[in-house]
């Protein structure tokens, strides 16, 4: 079947500190992989996606990179910032459905 | 870009009434609505996807007559947990499609259901 797994959280970070949140999935077929962002209050906001192998997504300073060989979706930041403090979601989509990870809640302090 | 909104934001209600949730695509027409529930610490579980005008296609495991879907609209779609139990205390969130974009989902800020 279809899973999302991500490292659970939450994650705490000082202000410009390197951001990694691991994400592996499972999937029969060529997924599309994504990455949702949900601000306190908002709904899930599309941050990213990649749609075949090797591609990169990136928005917003972050970044992540579809490995089939790994089967994962690993989300980085170089410098994060206060402001990116949010949940955030990993995502693959086969056929029609969405299948979510189960979030990870990013702190950053100044 | 596309708002989708949702109401209550929160509601308590008593074991045995009924609630429905709301949610509106504020500025496009969304021909596709879908339902996900949240456990806390635990993934987004799709419920069921509408398309307006028709029924809404639910997911295995769901009780079609438990949770009342309604796509009447191009804007609006309702769902109602009919005799509600504490078991169905949850944070409801809905998404929307469509528009020229039909490969994203706009997803509203979710309603969390305690039911006492």
């Known amino acids: 079947g279809n899973s999302v797994t991500q490292m659970e959280g939450p994650v705490t970070l000082s202000e410009e500190a390197f951001l990694t949140i691991n994400c592996t999935y499972t999937a029969t077929g060529y997924p599309s992989l994504f990455w949702y962002v949900q601000y306190p209050g908002e709904g899930l906001q599309l941050l990213l996606k990649?749609?075949?192998?090797?591609d990169k997504g990136s928005n917003k300073g972050f970044e992540a990179t579809y490995r089939k060989e790994t089967t994962s979706f690993h989300l980085e930041k170089g410098s994060v910032q206060v402001s990116d403090s949010a949940v955030y979601f990993c995502a693959l989509k086969n056929t029609d459905k969405l299948i979510f990870g189960t979030g990870t809640r990013l702190q950053v302090f100044p | 870009g596309a708002v989708v909104s949702q109401h209550p934001s929160r509601v308590i209600c008593k074991s045995g009434t009924s609630v429905k949730i709301e949610c509106r695509s504020l500025d496009f027409q969304a021909t596709t609505m879908f339902w996900y529930r949240q456990f806390p610490k635990q993934s987004l579980m799709l419920m069921a996807t509408?398309?307006?005008?028709?029924?809404?296609?639910?997911e295995q495991g769901v009780e079609k007559d438990k949770f009342l879907i309604n796509h009447a609209s191009l804007t609006l779609s309702t769902l109602t947990v009919t005799s509600a139990h504490p078991e169905d205390s949850s944070f409801y969130i809905c998404?929307?499609?469509?528009?020229?974009?039909?490969?994203?989902?706009?997803f509203g800020p979710g309603t969390r259901l305690l039911v006492l």
């Open positions: 990649a749609t075949k192998a090797d």
């Open positions: 998404s929307a499609r469509g528009g020229g974009n039909q490969e994203t989902q706009y």
């Open positions: 509408s398309n307006e005008g028709s029924k809404a296609t639910y």
